[in-house]
């Protein structure tokens, strides 16, 4: 409802990648024959367009917008079955193409989160960007090896993902050699580009990206897209891009600390979270006090009980290793301050606990020592 915050609305919607794997769930469920599917299977689209607005987590008036796409215009037809290039007659035997089923709900999803698409991985633009040249050219000229091969290769020259590419370049080039001028079909060009886009998708929701990007982002405290585009200038080096982003957002820390900076990587912060002692204390880590923690400004790694020792009474956290100052959110101030006035009445009733234990070991020694 109306109720609800953007805020709120932005942690619901998915980034577009998650979107993509939806819009691939819904052309598997239109009974497809690979990449096209019968337009007799139209009302099945366009109830799964319509369950998709019923049970997104968007404002009322960007469901009205989408909703305008399986509106009736004044020759008949939605915009959405315009765009899928079908009449809607059943006498006519006609297909719907995956990459423009794909191209139709990209602007139905577009819609749908008009105000998040600042949350899309650059990625699914781009692979958005090249469907939409390729439908053009097929409509307006010959599709051939040597063009594709080309227009691959200048999009992967300005990509943020350029390795994402090579699989589709490949899987194109066993169908269209790029040294070819035949023509091909749109659905010669469809079925590579149907099984990269579903692999893409994983990689990016589920798959080994997608643990990188939550990495990248959950550690340095950046965004999804701009955690893509440095992992994407770093070849997905998970380690380089962690670099370059802290750099990026803690230049201080580099300036007054560089030989600690130079010295860190996300290896050695792996191989700290594998030690058994504190840098600090030298003390065991053990579950409670002295269990390990991460910083979030180098990634070393010290016992809790040590820093929350660092941590000073307008909770200011300034860390031992890169000398960055670091104020802590409210509810982890909170729990420190709590943390240190719970643990000097405890440490009374520990003391007392071990002065009386003393006592009644000397009294009972002292009974002992009395009987015959």
Same mark, same amino acid.
């Given at each position: 409802?109306?109720?609800?915050?953007?805020?709120?609305?932005?942690?619901?919607?998915?980034?577009?990648?998650?979107?993509?794997?939806?819009?691939?769930?819904?052309?598997?469920?239109?009974?497809?024959?690979?990449?096209?599917?019968?337009?007799?299977?139209?009302?099945?689209?366009?109830?799964?367009?319509?369950?998709?607005?019923?049970?997104?987590?968007?404002?009322?008036?960007?469901?009205?917008?989408?909703?305008?796409?399986?509106? $009736?215009?004044?020759?008949?037809?939605?915009?959405?079955?315009?765009?899928?290039?079908?009449?809607?007659?059943?006498?006519?035997?006609?297909?719907?193409?995956?990459?423009?089923?794909?191209?139709?709900?990209? *602007?139905?999803?577009?819609? !749908?989160?008009?105000?998040?698409?600042?949350?899309?991985?650059?990625?699914?633009?781009?692979?958005?960007?090249?469907?939409?040249?390729?439908?053009?050219?097929? *409509?307006?000229?010959?599709?051939?090896?040597?063009?594709?091969?080309?227009?691959? *290769?200048?999009?992967?020259?300005?990509?943020?993902?350029?390795?994402?590419?090579?699989? !589709?370049?490949?899987?194109?080039?066993? $169908?269209?050699? @790029?040294?070819?001028? *035949?023509?091909?079909?749109?659905?010669?060009?469809?079925?590579?580009?149907?099984?990269?886009?579903?692999?893409?998708?994983?990689?990016?929701?589920? +798959?080994?990206?997608?643990?990188?990007?939550?990495?990248?982002?959950?550690?340095? @405290?950046?965004?999804?897209?701009?955690?893509?585009?440095? /992992?994407?200038?770093?070849?997905?080096?998970?380690?380089?891009?962690?670099?370059?982003?802290?750099?990026?957002?803690?230049?201080?820390?580099?300036?007054?600390?560089?030989?600690?900076?130079?010295?860190?990587?996300?290896?050695?912060?792996? /191989?700290?979270?594998?030690?058994?002692?504190?840098?600090?204390?030298?003390?065991?880590?053990?579950?409670?006090?002295?269990?390990? $923690?991460?910083?979030?400004?180098?990634?070393? $790694?010290?016992?809790?009980?040590?820093?929350?020792?660092?941590?000073?009474?307008? @909770?200011?956290?300034?860390?031992?290793?890169?000398?960055?100052?670091?104020?802590?959110?409210?509810?982890?101030?909170?729990?420190?301050?709590?943390?240190?006035?719970?643990?000097?009445?405890?440490?009374?009733?520990?003391?007392?606990?071990? @002065?009386? +234990?003393?006592? /009644? +070991?000397?009294?009972s020694a002292a009974i002992q020592a009395d009987l015959p």
């Amino acid at each position: 409802g109306s109720r609800i915050s953007t805020a709120a609305r932005a942690a619901l919607v998915p980034p577009f990648m998650n979107v993509v794997g939806k819009i691939l769930r819904d052309w598997r469920a239109s009974a497809p024959s690979g990449v096209t599917a019968p337009a007799a299977k139209l009302d099945s689209i366009l109830e799964r367009a319509l369950a998709r607005i019923q049970t997104a987590s968007t404002d009322e008036a960007a469901q009205q917008d989408a909703r305008g796409l399986l509106a $009736v215009q004044g020759d008949g037809l939605p915009p959405l079955l315009r765009m899928l290039r079908v009449t809607g007659d059943p006498s006519k035997e006609e297909l719907v193409h995956f990459l423009r089923f794909w191209q139709a709900f990209h *602007e139905f999803w577009r819609r !749908l989160r008009q105000a998040f698409t600042c949350l899309d991985e650059p990625v699914a633009e781009e692979a958005a960007e090249f469907r939409d040249t390729l439908l053009r050219r097929f *409509e307006t000229g010959e599709v051939t090896g040597m063009w594709l091969a080309k227009e691959l *290769e200048a999009l992967q020259s300005t990509s943020a993902d350029r390795v994402a590419w090579h699989a !589709l370049e490949a899987a194109i080039a066993e $169908v269209a050699p @790029g040294d070819s001028e *035949e023509a091909v079909r749109l659905e010669d060009v469809s079925e590579p580009f149907f099984q990269w886009l579903s692999d893409l998708s994983f990689d990016y929701c589920r +798959g080994g990206r997608n643990a990188q990007i939550c990495c990248v982002r959950d550690v340095v @405290g950046c965004s999804r897209p701009e955690a893509c585009l440095h /992992l994407g200038s770093s070849n997905w080096d998970i380690e380089e891009a962690l670099r370059s982003l802290y750099t990026k957002k803690c230049p201080q820390a580099l300036e007054s600390q560089p030989p600690a900076f130079a010295s860190w990587s996300s290896s050695g912060a792996r /191989l700290r979270r594998d030690e058994v002692w504190c840098p600090i204390c030298i003390q065991p880590y053990k579950d409670g006090s002295h269990q390990s $923690v991460q910083l979030r400004c180098c990634f070393q $790694v010290m016992c809790w009980s040590c820093r929350r020792k660092l941590v000073d009474h307008e @909770g200011i956290f300034r860390c031992p290793f890169c000398r960055t100052a670091e104020e802590l959110s409210l509810a982890e101030a909170s729990f420190n301050q709590f943390a240190l006035h719970a643990r000097r009445p405890l440490n009374r009733v520990v003391g007392f606990a071990r @002065g009386a +234990g003393r006592f /009644l +070991g000397e009294l009972s020694a002292a009974i002992q020592a009395d009987l015959p």
